[in-house]
């Protein structure tokens, strides 16, 4: 692959119905693979990307029933925006999920933005009443650079 100091993009724009995060997780296998980022590191960018689409999808009420995802490909990472027009929430107002009081319940929700954070280098979140934008950045390994 060519390398450029330019960053190159594919944006999507996804309407929120059941299972077409995946939509967004097959782009995200192709782009990767092409990145030549190794396997663990595509399924964490896959699993991250599905937790903040199905967030935008259940938590933004966007008029627009729709997410828009971009991966910005950079000369040592990934970039991958989520950005939704819903009415956004307080990221630091997110309860933590608590291990303990997860245990043997079954409620099983509340694991996303965690989840988004343990998997990627970086995670920002931007959020009003214009919408949400989550950007995730999955960096290059030496391997995927060479």
Not at 129 to 135: C, K
Request: proline share 5%; glycine share 6%; with cysteine.
């Amino acid at each position: 692959m060519q390398q450029t100091d330019e960053p190159r993009e594919v944006f999507l724009a996804i309407p929120m119905i059941p299972d077409m995060e995946m939509a967004a997780t097959q782009t995200a296998d192709h782009v990767l693979r092409m990145l030549h980022f190794s396997d663990d590191q595509i399924d964490e960018v896959k699993h991250a990307l599905i937790e903040a689409c199905i967030n935008a999808f259940e938590h933004s009420a966007s008029e627009e029933d729709q997410v828009f995802v971009t991966f910005r490909i950079e000369p040592e990472a990934l970039v991958v925006v989520i950005q939704d027009f819903g009415h956004g929430f307080e990221p630091g107002a997110v309860e933590r999920p608590q291990l303990e009081n997860k245990l043997g319940a079954n409620y099983k929700r509340g694991w996303g933005l965690m989840m988004m954070e343990s998997l990627m280098d970086a995670v920002t979140i931007e959020s009003g009443p214009q919408g949400t934008r989550i950007t995730m950045t999955k960096k290059r390994t030496q391997e995927a650079l060479s």
